[in-house]
């Protein structure tokens, strides 16, 4: 391992540790310039075959991201508009703007005092349950093509967490389309409680895993998958198929 990398993975393992947290990230922001997100997950990646515990690895994870901001920028300006990265940093918006219209849709839920069929907020949370379904197609790419060829190239942490991740938000993503379902059925405090719980924890673990994804997946992904190996990740993707809210191609051409 290089140098640099030798110091980028002490840097990591300080920030681990919670050691002098301001100070160690002055220093990884130096050091920053100077590397990429590949050498960055490949420290990461030493530190996991010297044995790093599994509970450790989401630590590692929030560490990285202190040390890797404003990455996301970079890699789309690098990419072609078809590019399977592309299409699904295109994905990734479209699911943050439906996580924005869920949070609202349950707070105007939280006032209300009875279930009122001609209020349209029911509607839209029914849209946005069978929109949160489809998601697990954007989910089945990253995991059946994209994430193997990341693998492949022995950086194994990150798409372990990310596989872990959504493993963890499928039911919730489920239950809150069957309680938007049900609704009429339903005791309206007992529903109100439910969507509440659900939701909270949906909007803020797929926000940060998707933040993730974008910072740190993606960029090294970019930089270790060789380049000739993307046709066959879009080729698979088009296998396993898109979204409704998917754009591939750009528009006005
Ligand atoms: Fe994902
Ligand atoms: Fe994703």
């Known amino acids: 391992m290089s140098d640099k990398k030798e110091r980028l993975k002490e840097i990591l393992e300080r920030l681990n540790n919670d050691e002098d947290i301001e100070g160690v990230k002055a220093e990884a922001r130096e050091l920053i310039d100077e590397i990429s997100a590949k050498d960055l997950s490949e420290a990461e990646q030493a530190l996991i075959n010297e044995g790093l515990e599994e509970t450790k690895l ?24 078809s590019h399977p990265l592309a299409v699904l940093i295109r994905e990734h918006d479209e699911i943050l703007e439906t996580l924005n219209r869920l949070e609202i849709a349950v707070n105007k839920i939280d006032k209300l005092d009875e279930y009122d069929p001609n209020n349209e907020v029911f509607g839209e949370l029914k849209e946005v349950g069978e929109l949160l379904l489809e998601t697990e197609k954007h989910h089945e790419r990253e995991e059946e093509a994209l994430f193997p060829e990341v693998d492949e190239k022995g950086i194994t942490g990150p798409t372990r967490i990310m596989r872990m991740e959504h493993d963890d ?85």
């Open 58 to 81: 989401r630590h590692l994870c929030a560490a990285h991201l202190e040390v890797m901001a404003d990455e996301l920028d970079e890699l789309q300006r690098d990419l072609e508009y």
């Open 169 to 253: 938000l499928w039911p919730y993503k489920e239950e809150i389309a069957e309680l938007a379902n049900n609704v009429s059925e339903m005791d309206f405090a007992e529903f109100k409680r439910q969507i509440k719980e659900l939701s909270e924890h949906l909007i803020l673990t797929l926000r940060d895993h998707i933040y993730k994804e974008n910072n740190i997946l993606y960029p090294t992904a970019k930089d270790v998958v060789d380049e000739d190996k993307w046709e066959s990740i879009q080729k698979l993707s088009d296998e396993i198929g898109y979204c409704s809210f998917t754009t591939l191609e750009e528009k006005g051409e």
